[in-house]
């Protein structure tokens, strides 16, 4: 039942032989013409440029497509295969449907997004080192944001991590750097605009957990090998060993300029010329810092409060009384209320110096005591005599040339004792001059 054209061994119902370079010898050949106007299942028709077949479900007429149709579209969304578009673009208006994405051959700029122009890169992906650049073509990390010009004084490219925008309860969005061993390290802005690091992402209600970066925590429960420290005196030495210098930061000075207020000049210490206690490293142990102003403070409050007790030794209490002992102290006035001391000195002007002590005083204050009794007692029916001295006084000597008696005059100056109250007689007693000293400068 089989039909040969061309052939004496047909194997189909219908075989034509096969054709020939020379025209008009190709085995099938249709001449175009209007399309049916009701599509026939089966048919197969040719009009103009395009062949046509019409299949039996909805007796739908389809068009043949050709590999060399295949310029600018993928018509077949169904391929289980490889689809190697080539030179050429893929364009889609529906977006893919999870697709992988991969190159015929790794390279550093393997696949790119560009503009709409086709040639301005928005993204690239280097998938020799797995690195993703955006603006860039060239990324040397596994996210590198490129430099490109904004405009005149605008920032640059600016990366934003969003928030948790739940309308019950809101979240600050937040990066986790992993810390060597693996620990988390989240890091995000508090509601008060406060850089936070914790080893637990943020939310609502821990949105003020962790550490503000810069701070120093000093909770218990963030320490060990606690040890009390009481060597006050040796924080104070270390205090007053440092030297202190004024200066100006070198990176201040240049990105800030010379004459910005930003680059200050500042009073502070060289990292090699102080106690390690002061250092971490290159930085300011600004805890220990703290500690050994307060334990300076301390070793000086000590310094005070101990300044009467004899038996511990107090240079504070040692320069105080060298410094009393300068005749250039500058002190000008004192008050006390009682002072206690073995020996007064004064001087004047000149620079002679007078000192008395208790012995010489008590006599002058006797004398001036009999100097000060009432006149009264003596009258004309009973004058006083040479036996009526005070005790305590030495003897009266007589005048020369006459009988009544009259003390010696004290060849010390009235400015020792006061002003002394003058009677007439009898007059001031005498006083040794050996127990009035006096100098000449």
Same mark, same amino acid.
């Given at each position: 039942?089989?039909?040969?054209? +061309? ?16 025209? @008009? ?14 599509? #026939?299942?089966?048919?197969? &028709? ?5 062949y046509y077949g ?9 068009? %043949? ?12 969304? +169904? ?10 673009? !893929? ?16 390279? *550093?700029?393997?696949?790119? %997004? ?51 925008? =739940? ?15 693996? *620990? ?25 957990? @962790?550490?503000?970066? @810069? ?14 420290? /009481? ?25 800030? $300029? ?10 502070g210490f060289i ?9 971490? @490293? ?16 301390? #070793? ?19 320069s105080i009384s ?7 102290? +500058? ?5 006390? =209320?009682?002072?206690?001391?073995? #020996? ?16 010489? !005083?008590?006599?002058?204050?006797? $004398? ?7 006149? &009264? ?9 040479? /036996?009526?001295?005070?005790? $305590? ?7 020369? $040339? ?25 007059? &001031? ?13």
């Open positions: 039942g089989n039909v040969g054209i +061309g052939t004496t061994t047909p194997t189909a119902y219908l075989n034509i032989k096969a054709g020939t370079a020379t025209a @008009g010898t190709a085995p099938l050949k249709l001449t175009s013409g209007v399309l049916n106007t009701t599509a #026939e299942v089966g048919a197969i &028709e040719f009009l103009t440029d395009a019409t299949i039996t479900t909805g007796a739908a007429r389809k068009q %043949f497509a050709f590999t060399s149709d295949l310029t600018s579209y993928v018509p077949y969304t +169904g391929a289980t295969g490889a689809v190697t578009l080539g030179a050429n673009t !893929l364009s889609t208006t529906s977006g893919l449907i999870s697709p992988k994405l991969y190159p015929s051959a790794d390279s *550093t700029t393997a696949i790119q %997004f560009n503009k709409a122009n086709g040639t301005t890169n928005v993204m690239n992906i280097d998938t020799t080192n797995g690195y993703v650049g955006i603006g860039t073509t060239s990324p040397s990390t596994k996210l590198e944001i490129g430099s490109l010009d904004l405009g005149d004084g605008v920032a640059g490219p600016v990366l934003t991590l969003g928030r948790n925008t =739940n309308a019950t309860n809101t979240g600050a969005g937040s990066i986790n750097f992993l810390a060597k061993g693996g *620990t988390a390290g989240y890091i995000w802005q508090d509601a008060a605009g406060k850089l936070r690091i914790n080893t637990s992402a943020p939310s609502n209600a821990n949105d003020t957990a @962790g550490t503000v970066i @810069g701070d120093q925590t000093s909770i218990r429960d963030t320490k060990q090998d606690i040890l009390d420290y /009481t060597d006050y005196s040796n924080a104070l030495k270390m205090v007053v060993d440092a030297p202190l210098h004024t200066f100006r930061y070198i990176k201040e000075v240049d990105g800030y $300029g010379a004459e910005s207020p930003l680059a200050k000049e500042r009073i990292a090699d010329e102080v106690d390690k206690m002061f250092m971490v @490293g290159n930085s300011i142990d600004q805890v220990s810092v703290n500690g050994i102003m307060m334990a300076s403070i301390k #070793e000086m409050n000590l310094k005070i409060v101990n300044i009467n007790n004899m038996e511990v030794k107090n240079d504070w209490r040692d060298v410094w009393f002992a300068n005749s250039t102290n +500058g002190i000008g006035d004192f008050f006390s =209320n009682k002072v206690h001391t073995k #020996e007064i000195c004064m001087t004047d002007d000149s620079g002679a110096e007078t000192c008395i002590n208790k012995t010489k !005083l008590d006599q002058l204050l006797v $004398g001036q005591a009999a100097s000060s009794q009432p006149t &009264e007692q003596a009258t004309e029916n009973n004058p006083p005599s040479a /036996t009526d001295t005070p005790a $305590g006084v030495g003897p009266v000597q007589p005048q020369a $040339g006459g009988t009544d008696p009259a003390p010696a005059t004290l060849n010390t100056p009235a400015e020792v004792v006061g002003p002394v109250q003058t009677v007439p007689t009898p007059t &001031e007693p005498t006083v040794p001059a050996s127990d009035v000293s006096t100098s000449q400068p």
